[in-house]
């Protein structure tokens, strides 16, 4: 009994002076750190030579009149599509596939996510604190029609950071960005 009190005494002690090292820290810091809003960019070791947050190389996607095209409007359920907004986000875009499977992306990557958007996987944009957004086109039957051609500029700026505009619509956990102004002339 006394051991167990011992013990128990001698716990209380080492978590208190833990408390105490931890409060001390935290006052010399200015307070705790400030919170990451983003889950992270997975194997960070994996870098971008092309473009950066800062300054992306450059635009992909037009900024809409609206929301919603009419193609979307009248592909909808009674012609309520889901909400959304139109907005911009600066991120790298990646291949959304390889990057959720093995965490690859970067420069080292671009060439495997090249084929993969050419062997058509889905396309994906990850903002800098590892925000996914999956990026395909707006315009609802063509893009259904293969009448769309941003496929091409996403093989062409895969593992480049770029400012990439269009609608945002989110649910279920789930980010899309749909731009709009690849349609096949």
Request: glycine letters at 12%; hydrophobic letters at 35%; one cysteine or more.
């Amino acid at each position: 009994m006394k051991t167990f009190i011992k013990i128990s005494l001698s716990t209380v002690a080492v978590c208190g002076m833990a408390f105490t090292l931890m409060a001390q820290g935290e006052k010399k810091s200015g307070g705790a750190a400030p919170a990451k809003k983003g889950p992270g960019i997975l194997q960070p070791q994996m870098t971008v030579e092309t473009g950066s947050y800062a300054k992306p190389h450059g635009t992909i996607g037009q900024k809409p009149s609206a929301v919603w095209t009419a193609t979307t409007l009248g592909a909808s359920v009674d012609g309520k599509p889901n909400q959304a907004r139109i907005g911009t986000v600066v991120g790298e875009i990646l291949d959304f596939s390889c990057y959720l499977q093995i965490g690859k992306h970067g420069e080292k990557h671009r060439s495997c996510a090249q084929k993969c958007f050419q062997a058509g996987q889905p396309i994906g944009l990850m903002a800098e604190d590892g925000t996914l957004y999956m990026v395909m086109e707006e315009e609802h039957d063509p893009r259904r029609d293969g009448l769309t051609d941003f496929r091409r500029a996403a093989i062409e700026h895969a593992a480049h950071i770029m400012e990439v505009t269009g609608t945002i619509s989110q649910h279920g956990g789930y980010r899309a960005i749909y731009v709009h102004g690849y349609l096949k002339k």
